[in-house]
């Protein structure tokens, strides 16, 4: 870890009997950094990164010195930094494509001459499996043996790759199937709050940093180590050693006061900071949270609302180190060594939390009373579309009648085979799924609660409610089994059905046959409520339309209610064994009762027995057989694993970057476009692109999966691109779907079948769309597919963070309007579109685009920004990609 350390900040620290090494800002300040005392925590780790690995080349000390000038503009005055995080983290969703293109670099190494062992990871990298699992069984104690049983079966061409991976590759772990959710592995067992490196006879200590290939890696900052969601071209480089560039950001301050009220959960506190937080605008900002009432918030409360900073598009929420640190790494087995030296480093370095201390100063603040914090769902479409309980029954029925077209008297519909029948509103999926809650023991216990009340009471689940447990690791059952309230959620069908992600990220698997021919045949209405972090259209299951976020008990409550319609707050949930009704608040329970249960149900002894052998997995990942080798043997009938393209013919030398000329318009899109739209992750239809590759490959509909799965195979994958059900293309106004036009022969086809033609006939593609393009998950492949569709540039009025650096990485062009959108240039689709002066690009240039319209042949032209926003962004691009750079260095024996 060598480093110039211009401003001689090296220095022991003494814990217990160990001497560490480590860089500090005090004596940073006394070198002439005024005033980094007073910068918030989470710029302080940024400053110690920047010292710690100073080389006068990426990092310079003109870096160190706008760091602490930070202090005068806030972050206003743009200026580039190099970040090195101590490690990479990864799902199999998005860790899959990652090792396939180190694969793929491997054999382009040695087509180019090289050393294939060149392609390594440099820095630590942790896959954890968690994304594959469905429900395709529940409600019953088999369905978890079941499910896994069928994960193995549709992914066993994945998991022995990612067991090749993990045997090729130096510093890459694979945390096999049903260990649980990667945020919440990393939370328990992987994260160190501050990491150590030995550098010969000296141990180095410093901040515990990460970049995640899923969004929602910002959970650990919740554990005070900063880290956000990347997309896996960034995460790559990163793996092999590249610095990710970032503007020193803007940091606002979300100041905590008082306590949660009765009633109140974790979730009702999240769903309100997202909303506070998407209408203060914070994306492209960090989050840091200060104030007394964060000794009110356990560290799994702080993880909760980390883990949003996705939905309120941030790129992290942090928390400084405190008491409640220390605490939660001690009960979750951390070694005591650890638990030392993070609680003597935190405050060696001004990282502690110290009541009654100064505040930092930030960009900007706002503040929120715990004490105001109400219970609250969000839905019908957004985390941020945040509502109160008792407004919820009120806000759907508007939803039903506005956005939905459904007449409030619409009749129900008959359940073919059945005794009951299901209408608009009608809850048909009801899941407590991982991510967001399953990391924080109070919500689960208090689920566990409901449903043993409920039980008690002679409650039942209504008969269309497709139920679920998804916890994040495998220490929620133990402390649930202990609590003694598993018998009572199996009672109401919430039985085990995997570790993993399942309805959250989509793979809620199908509903009932017969329920799903009603929704269908009648067009309903239905609706989910589960206890995850993203209810986009589209996303949780193609039957249901509309998807509330809620507490896990919350979700029990619906299940019992069985519909959105009903006022949890004033109606009853149904009858007990006497016929009387029974209404939430007889089977709520106190906040005491429940962290009195979970002070007896949840030890350190648990974690420890659950991570003791965490890598080794059960009997289905030991008796995977894996051909081992420097290189991968890509077998060509593969329709999970293939080699992609984007190695073909790559020369030492990049081609020059040439203007867009004569493209067409592949799509129109409009605000709020997310990643599931771009790049869907759940089921595959059968009549679509990819639905028909995989029925030419003789793979039957049964053993299709999901797009997710298969985003080791490029060809489902570019074939999956702007496939979601529910995307609406403005060329195809009418058209709800993956379809586009074609012009000039004004012919109607999937988008992919478009853009293969437009290849055919040698034209460019251009893609138009509105606000926040690129929203949700961290999804390479929305980035990937649009390169391999031929789409040269993305003209939107905002992009989300992490899309537009994926589009730079993979050298497509992002550009952002000046002025107006699309809709003042009223588009069509026909048009041709032409941009200039690319082969003289800059960091955030001004350039002109132009359209000629066939049908009257006027030229129209407007200014755009090119959202290229660093030097280094602007060598990515020029290479054709960050992987192809990357590439290029390590093949002329550069430094990666």
Same mark, same amino acid.
């Given at each position: 870890?060598?480093?110039?350390?211009?401003?001689?900040?090296?220095?022991?620290?003494?814990?217990?009997?160990k001497?560490?090494?480590?860089?500090?800002?005090?004596a940073?300040?006394?070198?002439?950094?005024?005033?980094?005392?007073?910068l918030?925590?989470?710029?302080?780790?940024?400053?110690?990164?920047?010292?710690?690995?100073?080389?006068?080349?990426?990092?310079?000390?003109?870096?160190?010195?706008?760091?602490?000038?930070?202090?005068?503009?806030?972050?206003?005055? !743009?200026?580039?930094?190099?970040?090195?995080?101590?490690?990479v983290l990864m799902?199999?969703?998005?860790?899959?494509?990652?090792?396939?293109?180190?694969?793929?670099?491997?054999?382009?190494?040695?087509?180019?001459?090289?050393?294939?062992?060149?392609?390594?990871?440099?820095?630590?990298?942790?896959?954890?499996?968690?994304h594959?699992?469905?429900?395709?069984?529940?409600?019953?104690?088999?369905?978890?043996?079941?499910?896994?049983?069928? !994960?193995?079966?549709?992914?066993?061409? =994945?998991?022995?790759?990612l067991?090749?991976?993990?045997?090729?590759?130096?510093?890459?772990?694979?945390?096999?199937?049903?260990?649980?959710?990667?945020?919440?592995?990393?939370?328990?067992?992987?994260?160190?709050?501050?990491?150590?490196?030995?550098?010969?006879?000296?141990?180095?200590?410093?901040?515990?940093?990460?970049?995640?290939?899923?969004?929602?890696?910002?959970?650990?900052?919740?554990?005070?180590?900063?880290?956000?969601?990347?997309?896996?071209?960034?995460?790559?480089?990163?793996?092999?050693g590249?610095?990710?560039?970032?503007?020193?950001?803007?940091?606002?301050?979300?100041?905590?006061?008082?306590?949660?009220?009765?009633?109140?959960?974790a979730?009702?506190?999240?769903?309100?900071?997202?909303?506070?937080?998407?209408?203060?605008?914070?994306?492209?900002?960090?989050?840091?949270?200060?104030?007394?009432?964060?000794?009110?918030?356990?560290?799994?409360?702080?993880?909760?609302?980390?883990?949003?900073?996705?939905?309120?598009?941030?790129?992290?929420?942090?928390?400084?180190?405190?008491?409640?640190?220390?605490?939660?790494l001690?009960?979750?087995g951390?070694a005591?060594?650890?638990?030392?030296?993070?609680?003597?480093?935190?405050?060696?370095?001004?990282?502690?939390?110290?009541?009654?201390?100064?505040?930092?100063?930030?960009?900007?603040?706002?503040?929120?009373?715990?004490?105001?914090?109400?219970?609250?769902?969000?839905?019908?479409?957004?985390?941020?579309?945040?509502?109160?309980?008792?407004?919820?029954?009120?806000?759907?029925?508007?939803?039903?009648?506005?956005?939905?077209?459904?007449?409030?008297?619409?009749?129900?519909?008959?359940?073919?085979?059945?005794?009951?029948?299901?209408?608009?509103?009608?809850?048909?999926?009801?899941?407590?799924?991982?991510?967001?809650?399953?990391?924080?023991?109070?919500? @689960?216990?208090?689920?566990?609660?409901?449903?043993?009340?409920?039980?008690?009471?002679?409650?039942?689940?209504?008969?269309?409610?497709?139920?679920?447990?998804?916890?994040?690791?495998?220490?929620?059952?133990?402390?649930?089994?202990?609590?003694?309230?598993?018998?009572?959620?199996?009672?109401?069908?919430?039985?085990?059905?995997?570790y993993?992600?399942?309805?959250?990220?989509?793979?809620?698997?199908p509903?009932?046959?017969?329920?799903?021919?009603?929704?269908?045949?009648?067009?309903?209405?239905?609706?989910?409520?589960?206890?995850?972090? =993203?209810?986009?259209?589209?996303?949780?299951?193609?039957?249901?339309?509309?998807?509330?976020l809620?507490?896990?008990?919350?979700?029990?409550?619906?299940?019992?209610?069985?519909?959105?319609?009903?006022?949890?707050?004033?109606?009853?949930?149904?009858?007990?064994?006497?016929?009387?009704?029974?209404?939430?608040?007889?089977?709520?329970?106190?906040?005491?009762?429940?962290?009195?249960?979970?002070?007896?149900?949840?030890?350190?002894?648990?974690?420890?027995?659950?991570?003791?052998?965490?890598?080794?997995?059960?009997?289905?990942?030991?008796?995977?057989?894996v051909?081992?080798?420097?290189?991968?043997?890509?077998?060509?009938?593969?329709?999970?694993?293939?080699?992609?393209?984007?190695?073909?013919?790559?020369?030492?030398?990049?081609?020059?970057?040439?203007?867009?000329?004569?493209?067409?318009?592949?799509?129109?899109?409009?605000?709020?476009?997310?990643?599931?739209?771009?790049?869907?992750?759940?089921?595959?239809?059968?009549?679509?692109?990819?639905?028909?590759? @995989?029925?030419?490959?003789?793979?039957p509909?049964?053993?299709?999966?999901?797009?997710?799965?298969?985003?080791?195979?490029?060809?489902?994958?570019?074939?999956?691109?702007?496939?979601?059900?529910?995307?609406?293309?403005?060329?195809?106004p009418?058209?709800?779907?993956?379809?586009?036009?074609?012009?000039p022969?004004g012919?109607?086809?999937?988008?992919?079948d478009?853009?293969?033609?437009?290849?055919?006939?040698?034209?460019?593609?251009?893609?138009?769309?509105?606000?926040?393009?690129?929203?949700?998950?961290?999804?390479?492949?929305?980035?990937?597919?649009?390169?391999?569709?031929?789409?040269?540039?993305?003209?939107?009025?905002?992009?989300?963070?992490?899309?537009?650096?994926?589009?730079?990485?993979?050298?497509?062009?992002?550009?952002?309007?000046?002025?107006?959108?699309?809709?003042?240039?009223?588009?069509?689709?026909?048009?041709?579109?032409?941009?200039?002066?690319?082969?003289?690009?800059?960091?955030?240039?001004?350039?002109?685009?132009?359209?000629?319209?066939?049908?009257?042949?006027?030229?129209?032209?407007?200014?755009?920004?090119?959202?290229?926003?660093?030097?280094?962004?602007?060598?990515?691009?020029?290479?054709?990609?960050?992987?192809?750079?990357?590439?290029?260095?390590?093949?002329?024996?550069?430094?990666?």
């Amino acid at each position: 870890m060598p480093s110039n350390d211009s401003l001689n900040t090296r220095r022991d620290l003494v814990v217990g009997d160990k001497t560490y090494a480590y860089y500090s800002l005090a004596a940073a300040e006394e070198a002439g950094l005024a005033g980094v005392s007073r910068l918030p925590v989470s710029m302080k780790v940024l400053l110690e990164n920047l010292l710690r690995n100073e080389d006068g080349r990426s990092v310079t000390a003109e870096d160190l010195k706008a760091v602490a000038a930070w202090l005068d503009n806030k972050g206003a005055k !743009e200026h580039e930094i190099s970040f090195r995080p101590a490690r990479v983290l990864m799902q199999d969703f998005t860790g899959v494509p990652a090792v396939v293109d180190l694969a793929a670099m491997r054999d382009a190494m040695t087509a180019l001459g090289g050393d294939a062992e060149k392609i390594n990871p440099l820095n630590p990298v942790d896959l954890v499996i968690d994304h594959s699992v469905m429900v395709d069984n529940f409600g019953t104690a088999k369905s978890f043996t079941q499910n896994v049983e069928r !994960e193995y079966e549709r992914n066993l061409e =994945r998991y022995r790759f990612l067991r090749w991976g993990s045997s090729a590759f130096n510093n890459f772990r694979v945390v096999p199937p049903g260990t649980g959710i990667c945020h919440q592995v990393n939370l328990e067992y992987l994260a160190q709050t501050v990491w150590t490196l030995a550098e010969g006879d000296t141990t180095v200590a410093y901040p515990d940093t990460v970049v995640g290939t899923d969004s929602h890696t910002t959970m650990i900052n919740g554990l005070s180590v900063l880290g956000w969601g990347v997309g896996g071209i960034e995460a790559e480089a990163a793996m092999l050693g590249q610095p990710i560039p970032m503007l020193i950001p803007e940091v606002i301050g979300f100041k905590l006061t008082g306590k949660l009220p009765e009633g109140a959960t974790a979730t009702d506190l999240v769903l309100t900071v997202t909303q506070m937080l998407r209408k203060k605008g914070v994306v492209g900002k960090f989050v840091e949270y200060f104030g007394e009432g964060l000794s009110h918030l356990t560290l799994e409360d702080q993880a909760t609302i980390a883990n949003m900073a996705p939905e309120y598009g941030a790129t992290c929420g942090f928390f400084p180190v405190s008491k409640a640190t220390i605490d939660y790494l001690a009960a979750t087995g951390r070694a005591p060594e650890r638990v030392a030296l993070v609680e003597a480093y935190a405050k060696a370095q001004g990282l502690w939390h110290e009541e009654g201390a100064a505040d930092p100063v930030f960009t900007d603040t706002l503040e929120l009373d715990l004490g105001s914090v109400l219970p609250s769902l969000a839905g019908p479409k957004r985390p941020q579309d945040r509502v109160l309980l008792s407004d919820a029954a009120a806000k759907f029925n508007e939803a039903l009648a506005g956005e939905f077209g459904r007449p409030a008297d619409a009749p129900r519909t008959a359940v073919q085979g059945e005794s009951f029948d299901v209408g608009d509103g009608d809850v048909v999926i009801a899941a407590i799924t991982s991510c967001t809650n399953t990391s924080n023991p109070s919500v @689960l216990i208090a689920a566990g609660l409901v449903a043993k009340k409920a039980v008690e009471k002679g409650l039942k689940v209504k008969p269309w409610v497709k139920t679920s447990l998804a916890p994040g690791s495998q220490v929620v059952t133990d402390y649930l089994a202990k609590a003694g309230v598993t018998k009572s959620l199996d009672a109401l069908g919430f039985n085990l059905v995997g570790y993993g992600c399942t309805t959250c990220i989509g793979n809620s698997g199908p509903l009932p046959p017969a329920i799903s021919d009603a929704v269908q045949a009648a067009d309903l209405v239905a609706v989910s409520v589960l206890s995850g972090n =993203r209810n986009f259209e589209g996303r949780v299951n193609p039957d249901v339309r509309a998807n509330y976020l809620a507490s896990p008990p919350l979700v029990v409550a619906y299940a019992l209610a069985g519909s959105m319609k009903i006022d949890l707050t004033t109606e009853p949930l149904g009858v007990d064994k006497k016929g009387e009704p029974v209404f939430l608040k007889d089977i709520w329970p106190t906040s005491e009762e429940v962290a009195a249960l979970q002070r007896k149900a949840v030890t350190n002894e648990m974690f420890a027995k659950r991570y003791g052998d965490v890598f080794k997995g059960d009997k289905h990942w030991q008796g995977i057989k894996v051909a081992g080798g420097q290189t991968y043997g890509w077998d060509m009938g593969s329709t999970y694993v293939q080699n992609p393209p984007y190695f073909q013919d790559l020369t030492m030398e990049p081609k020059p970057v040439t203007d867009v000329v004569e493209a067409r318009v592949l799509a129109i899109f409009g605000d709020s476009i997310t990643t599931d739209h771009i790049s869907p992750a759940g089921s595959i239809k059968a009549t679509s692109p990819a639905g028909s590759y @995989l029925s030419d490959h003789q793979v039957p509909q049964i053993d299709y999966n999901s797009y997710g799965a298969r985003r080791g195979n490029h060809e489902v994958m570019m074939r999956g691109t702007f496939a979601n059900i529910r995307i609406k293309n403005r060329v195809t106004p009418e058209i709800e779907g993956g379809v586009t036009k074609h012009f000039p022969s004004g012919e109607v086809m999937a988008i992919y079948d478009a853009a293969m033609r437009y290849q055919s006939e040698g034209h460019p593609l251009v893609v138009f769309a509105g606000k926040e393009y690129g929203t949700g998950s961290s999804r390479d492949w929305a980035a990937k597919g649009t390169k391999l569709l031929g789409v040269r540039a993305v003209i939107a009025e905002s992009f989300e963070r992490i899309h537009r650096s994926n589009l730079v990485g993979m050298g497509v062009l992002p550009l952002q309007f000046k002025v107006d959108g699309w809709q003042k240039l009223n588009l069509t689709g026909e048009e041709i579109v032409s941009i200039r002066g690319l082969s003289d690009l800059s960091p955030r240039r001004t350039l002109t685009v132009e359209l000629y319209r066939a049908s009257d042949g006027r030229i129209a032209r407007f200014p755009v920004i090119c959202r290229i926003d660093t030097p280094t962004e602007l060598d990515y691009f020029r290479q054709g990609g960050v992987l192809n750079y990357v590439l290029r260095n390590l093949a002329r024996g550069d430094a990666a």
